[in-house]
C-alpha cells in the first residue's frame, strides 16, 4: 500500500496515511481536528532499491541531485 500526505483545510494539520490506491481521497478524516475537509498533497517518491554508491535504500535522485 502506498503512504499518501494530506493537509487538513480547516486547521492546517499535515499528516501521512498508508491507504489503498483505490480508496486515496475516499472518507478522509483529520486526526487533529476531525474535519472532512481534507486534501491530499503532491509528495516526493521514495522507490527502495540500493546503489554501488550509497547503502541507504535509495530515492528519487541521485545524491547531490541532477545536473
Same mark, same amino acid.
Do not use: H, W
Given at each position: ?10 486547521? @492546517? ?10 480508496? !486515496? ?8 481536528? @476531525? ?8 509528495? !516526493?517518491? !521514495?522507490?527502495? /532499491? ?6 541507504? /535504500?535509495? @530515492?528519487? !535522485?541521485?545524491?547531490? /541531485?541532477?545536473?
Amino acid at each position: 500500500m502506498p503512504m499518501y500526505e494530506y493537509r487538513c483545510q480547516q486547521c @492546517g494539520a499535515k499528516y501521512e496515511q498508508l491507504r489503498r490506491m483505490s480508496e !486515496a481521497d475516499t472518507n478522509l478524516e483529520c486526526p487533529l481536528c @476531525g474535519s472532512r475537509n481534507v486534501r491530499r498533497e503532491v509528495s !516526493a517518491c !521514495a522507490i527502495g /532499491g540500493s546503489s554501488s554508491s550509497s547503502k541507504s /535504500g535509495g @530515492g528519487c !535522485a541521485p545524491r547531490g /541531485g541532477f545536473s
